[in-house]
């Protein structure tokens, strides 16, 4: 029970390092569910499995939160075997760009008719600015690239760890 908590624990703050790597914040995971928690349902109804992977990513969030500030919590039983994997399996969708805001950027790439990306959006929105954007333009082709070169980066720091 213990080696499945501290292996849950590893495996959580491996996507939360992404996440914090990904939204440039100290708040990981937490900045991936506020992106998720502001976009609106007229778009997040589109990307399959939307509300399954946020309702999982906050339970994974609180487990975590239990192992980190509960006295003798790596000592109960309270993660297992399949809550490991789906951690895994969420950090490999967003190396692979499968992941909900992922495939959020690439239906919103493919829309063409949208006046501002949606990802880019969702990260203003999780650093408080205003929701509206007076008169500034995104540039898709260089939020695009950005992200392209993030993911590099986190690819060579696997590779090279």
């Given amino acids: 029970m213990e080696n499945l908590n501290r292996e849950f624990f590893d495996e959580y703050t491996k996507l939360d390092n992404l996440c914090r790597q990904m939204f440039n914040s100290e708040r990981g995971v937490s900045s991936y569910i506020e992106a998720m928690e502001s976009t609106p349902s007229s778009?997040?109804?589109?990307?399959?499995?939307?509300?399954?992977?946020?309702?999982m990513l906050k339970q994974?969030?609180?487990?975590?939160?239990?192992?980190?500030?509960?006295?003798?919590?790596f000592h109960r039983d309270i993660c297992f075997s399949y809550d490991i994997t789906w951690i895994k399996?969420?950090?490999?969708?967003?190396?692979?760009?499968?992941?909900?805001?992922?495939?959020?950027f690439s239906i919103s790439k493919k829309g063409g008719s949208q006046k501002?990306?949606?990802i880019a959006k969702n990260r203003?929105?999780?650093?408080?600015?205003s929701k509206k954007k007076t008169g500034r333009k995104i540039d898709k082709k260089?939020?695009?690239?950005g992200f392209i070169m993030i993911m590099i980066a986190i690819i060579l720091i696997n590779y090279f760890t």
Avoid at 60 to 73: Q, V
Avoid at 142 to 145: E, F, I, N, P, R
């Fill in 116 to 118: 501002k990306n949606t």
């Fill in 142 to 145: 260089a939020v695009a690239l």
């Fill in 124 to 129: 203003v929105n999780v650093k408080g600015k």
């Fill in 89 to 104: 399996m969420f950090y490999n969708r967003i190396i692979k760009r499968k992941d909900p805001l992922g495939v959020l």
């Fill in 43 to 55: 778009k997040s109804r589109n990307v399959p499995e939307w509300g399954s992977d946020l309702k």
């Fill in 60 to 73: 994974y969030r609180h487990i975590r939160n239990e192992l980190a500030h509960s006295t003798g919590a």
